[in-house]
């Protein structure tokens, strides 16, 4: 037996962890985290140290897979199998047009660095615009906020180094996310006590009292769905009391006087009233956050899900703005990207580009392009309804439509008109079960790749290039290779940034990302040839002086802004005790939750993991379980206006009375209620995607959910 030790990166997840991995005979026996590494330091989630799991486990798809006419599945050759799936979709596009062939992916699909490039970039060859990502799902509303909020150039303030953090809904110690101003994504809760113990105060809003919540200086445990509330209250408090800064909002900012009036209702007393805080508590926030000189308020996934997420989204970067929560002139920039083109980065606003309103419409609820995508809440839709623009085959990269796409019965419905369904997965996952095709993917140790997706999230000019520490399994595919291999069978060539990608020759992943990264600050080449990740301190920004005739300014009211400001001062779901949504009383608001062992739904399958918890449990306050004469480890019935699902019950203290906290991306295909003590049930059973949904990013209300809440006899169930 040979043994060896490799230096490479984890993708599981988005922390990309810097790693050690032992290699017996070919195979990964240990995983550990690289202590030589200058930002990672040793640190590695719980997540990561699966992979050789991921590898040995005998559920783990490891060649293609065909569908027969009686539904069972039976191996194919990789290479058949393209040459059936290119001459199906060259069919598809000649008989009914390009839009006919869509492609999702998922969050998996984003661990590969080249995969989201190289599919849209073969969308844009043959002329397709049905594409379509996790990210209009689960957290649309940050970018299409800052799109017509504007930008400033010089950056905001970074996580290290602030005097306060203000988070939002979000959990980084548990999700490892938090791009933008939170925890870097590398030893989240080490970070935060690392700020704290030189003086940082940290706030957190939400509605469980969470991981990150435990270790905060302030908690404002508020009711689900009123963060623009409490949020509209901290603005107008810093207003009243004059805290907010009167140079940069002068020269940078439109329309503050409008917002000041806007915000005015909402006093601390009205708002804590609505959420059910102390406005001690609220006040607090806002002085704390305020009166610092350097600090950030961030949001997560749960208020994205959440009603009104734009507008939620759009409050936080007034909240930054009106303190001056940004780099200015002299200062210098953490981290500008090390893959990216150099430019100059100026103290001055660039001009808001609204990324929605423009582009091709979808064929329902008038909803359009966002972001440079179509909406994944309408892809049910454009599969199931006949006519002129019918998806007719849908490319599903590292992602589970069944568990994760709003309204699942009817997700299971349009995955079955597909003429073809195709999945990159790992596993036979809910959504793989009803394929045509499972094509077995190039796993991460068998690939190059590069920290392409963290590029900006690091407070440090960090880069890290891997190469290949296991052969590649010669019946998989690399997520970018399935759209160059369509291309070359159809002669038609992709175009990358760096050029015209040839269909003459298989290009080698490294040939591949130096055509996405040209005039990159760091050549490929020299970040690959340190065999390890590195911080390139030779890599340094400083904000210049922005320019005199640069007049464009950050937008306080874009266009519905002022409207849904007045709507949420005369609502609310809370009345006297009790739930009210489109006149019926609940008991009950359902929201999102992260655990910490899987990646959405990633990582169910293994058996390490598995030991942490083979479901999502409803989790709720034993104050609710005691008036309900239900015990942990109970099944209940929660249901919706939408539909409802079978959970297993449990106790749990974080969560504030009247709220049911649940991960989502759980489940299999429907199937009555399934087996939820081993595979959990959906969340999105509770969703419908035509009722609730945002008018601009067409994403429904899958967090703050009112539902009415039963036990129900194992029997029964």
Not at 22 to 33: H, Q
Not at 60 to 72: E, M, P
Not at 92 to 97: A, N, S
Not at 513 to 525: A, D, N, Y
């Amino acid at each position: 037996m040979t043994k060896e030790t490799h230096k490479t990166f984890c993708r599981f997840c988005h922390a990309y962890c810097a790693i050690e991995v032992d290699v017996e005979d070919g195979r990964p026996i240990a995983v550990r985290g690289d202590t030589d590494d200058p930002v990672y330091g040793g640190y590695t989630c719980i997540k990561g140290r699966q992979l050789p799991s991921q590898y040995s486990t005998p559920k783990r798809v490891s060649k293609t897979l065909k569908r027969s006419a009686g539904g069972d599945f039976h191996v194919i050759d990789i290479n058949d199998a393209m040459d059936e799936i290119a001459a199906k979709v060259t069919h598809l596009i000649e008989q009914y047009g390009p839009r006919s062939v869509a492609t999702y992916v998922g969050s998996y699909g984003y661990q590969n660095s080249a995969a989201l490039h190289l599919a849209k970039a073969w969308h844009a060859s043959v002329g397709s615009t049905s594409y379509y990502t996790s990210v209009t799902i689960d957290q649309p509303a940050r970018r299409i906020a800052a799109s017509q909020f504007g930008t400033w150039d010089g950056g905001t303030h970074a996580f290290t180094g602030a005097d306060v953090c203000m988070m939002v809904g979000n959990n980084p110690v548990v999700s490892q996310y938090t791009p933008f101003g939170g925890p870097p994504p590398f030893s989240p809760y080490a970070r935060l006590r690392a700020e704290m113990k030189k003086g940082m105060k940290v706030i957190v809003i939400d509605p469980r009292k969470t991981e990150v919540a435990n270790r905060a200086t302030l908690h404002l445990q508020v009711n689900p769905a009123e963060d623009p509330t409490l949020l509209s209250a901290i603005i107008n408090f810093i207003f009243k009391h004059d805290l907010y800064d009167h140079e940069f909002c002068s020269h940078h900012l439109q329309d503050l006087e409008q917002l000041k009036q806007l915000v005015a209702p909402f006093t601390p007393e009205y708002a804590a009233a609505r959420c059910n805080i102390a406005a001690d508590d609220l006040i607090a926030a806002a002085q704390i956050f305020a009166e610092a000189n350097r600090g950030v308020a961030v949001t997560g996934t749960g208020p994205n899900m959440a009603p009104r997420a734009i507008l939620t989204e759009h409050l936080v970067l007034c909240l930054n703005s009106i303190c001056g929560r940004v780099n200015k002139s002299g200062e210098r920039v953490p981290n500008p990207g090390l893959l990216q083109p150099s430019r100059p980065r100026r103290a001055e606003v660039l001009e808001a580009q609204p990324a929605f309103h423009h582009g091709p419409k979808a064929r329902v609820r008038n909803l359009g392009q966002i972001i440079g995508e179509m909406p994944t809440a309408t892809l049910n839709d454009e599969i199931l309804l006949d006519g002129e623009g019918q998806i007719k085959a849908l490319i599903c990269l590292g992602g589970n439509p069944i568990v994760a796409f709003p309204d699942q019965d009817k997700t299971k419905k349009a995955m079955e008109k597909l003429d073809l369904l195709v999945c990159v997965d790992l596993y036979k996952s809910a959504t793989a079960k009803l394929a045509d095709y499972i094509i077995a993917p190039t796993l991460s140790l068998e690939r190059d790749d590069i920290t392409m997706l963290t590029d900006t999230w690091y407070d440090q000019p960090y880069s890290h290039y891997t190469r290949a520490i296991l052969p590649k399994n010669e019946q998989s595919r690399e997520e970018w290779e399935i759209y160059w291999e369509l291309s070359k069978r159809s002669g038609i060539p992709l175009e990358l940034p760096g050029g015209q990608l040839s269909v003459e020759h298989r290009p080698s992943k490294f040939e591949v990302l130096e055509m996405l990264t040209p005039g990159s600050k760091v050549p490929l080449k020299e970040i690959a040839d340190q065999g390890k990740g590195a911080i390139f301190e030779a890599v340094q920004v400083t904000v210049e002086p922005g320019r005199q005739d640069q007049g464009a300014l950050l937008q306080l009211m874009p266009a519905g802004i002022s409207e849904q400001l007045a709507d949420v001062a005369t609502e609310t779901y809370w009345q006297s005790g009790k739930i009210t949504d489109a006149g019926t009383e609940y008991t009950h608001l359902l929201i999102s939750r992260r655990l910490k062992h899987v990646f959405n739904s990633s990582g169910q399958q293994l058996e390490p993991l598995q030991k942490k918890g083979t479901t999502n449990p409803a989790y709720m306050n034993p104050e609710d379980l005691g008036s309900l004469g239900i015990q942990s480890g109970d099944l209940i019935e929660v249901q919706a206006a939408a539909g409802s699902l079978v959970g297993v019950v449990e106790s749990a203290k974080d969560v504030k009375p009247g709220v049911i906290s649940m991960a989502h991306a759980w489940g299999d295909i429907p199937d009555n209620f399934g087996d939820v003590r081993s595979k959990g049930a959906s969340t999105n059973r509770l969703v419908d995607d035509d009722r609730t949904f945002d008018k601009i990013s067409g994403m429904p209300r899958m967090s703050a959910i009112p539902v009415n809440v039963r036990h129900v006899p194992e029997e029964v169930a």
